[in-house]
């Protein structure tokens, strides 16, 4: 069972490149996040997924997209990528109904030059 | 959601109970409480959550109090494997079709010394 799986783990980017953050979970659940974390800072959630099909914008979703085709993946997007998008990423998921027990993958480290 | 005031950092000594304080003092009825922790680099892991009792499991206890105006996370034997940052979350009960979004502020920075 591995969880939630993210790849790339490291990627270093120049201005304008775009690239896409695989994150894949095993655990058939229903609700997905997309979380970034900059150096001594809490996470901050970019869009979020409740199903397949489905998603959302959260607090920090500009000049990011998201797609959910498949309940199990969820991808997010950078069209134009910028230095100010340099964090670390962070996926998670959860089931429906159960209360905030959410599952973390290990990060994407993105540096954008 | 309510906000939530924790110490920025503690240091404790491997071996005794952690005791972590979260102030969460405009909670509503239907907030619960979280806890999670996060150790250097990795993606956050879920400890615990409580609505108005006190919990156990195998990782840590939740002590809220009666008003659930504030609540300590306790940490029975520190190991330093525990050194990490730790969340304390305050979330409404989960809505149908809402998902569960969240806000990780802060937190507090443990250290765990020998």
């Known amino acids: 069972n591995a969880g939630v799986t993210q790849t790339p783990k490291f990627r270093v980017l120049k201005t304008g490149q775009s690239m896409t953050l695989l994150c894949a979970q095993d655990m058939n659940h229903e609700y997905m996040y997309w979380y970034r974390q900059d150096p001594g800072m809490g996470l901050r959630l970019i869009h979020y997924?409740?199903?397949?099909?489905?998603?959302a914008k959260g607090e920090v979703p500009d000049g990011y997209n998201v797609s959910r085709l498949k309940k199990q993946n969820f991808l997010l997007g950078l069209e134009s990528a910028a230095p100010s998008q340099t964090s670390v990423y962070f996926c998670a998921s959860d089931r429906q109904g159960r209360t905030g027990e959410l599952f973390f993958g290990e990060g994407s480290r993105l540096t954008v030059l | 959601d309510a906000k939530t005031t924790q110490p920025p950092s503690m240091d404790c000594a491997e071996g005794r109970a952690a005791n972590l304080p979260c102030n969460h003092s405009?909670?509503?009825?239907?907030?619960?409480v979280y806890w999670y922790r996060q150790i250097h680099s990795q993606g956050p892991q879920y400890i615990i959550h409580?609505?108005?009792n006190n919990e156990t499991n195998e990782m840590a206890s939740l002590i809220i109090t009666e008003d659930r105006k504030s609540s300590t996370l306790i940490l029975p034997h520190a190991t330093l494997r525990d050194t990490a940052v730790y969340y304390c979350i305050v979330h409404p009960a989960p809505i149908k079709a809402a998902g569960n979004k969240l806000t990780f502020g802060g937190g507090t920075r443990v250290l765990v010394k020998p």
């Open positions: 997924s409740v199903g397949e099909g489905t998603t």
């Open positions: 409580g609505l108005k």
């Open positions: 405009t909670i509503s009825g239907n907030e619960y």
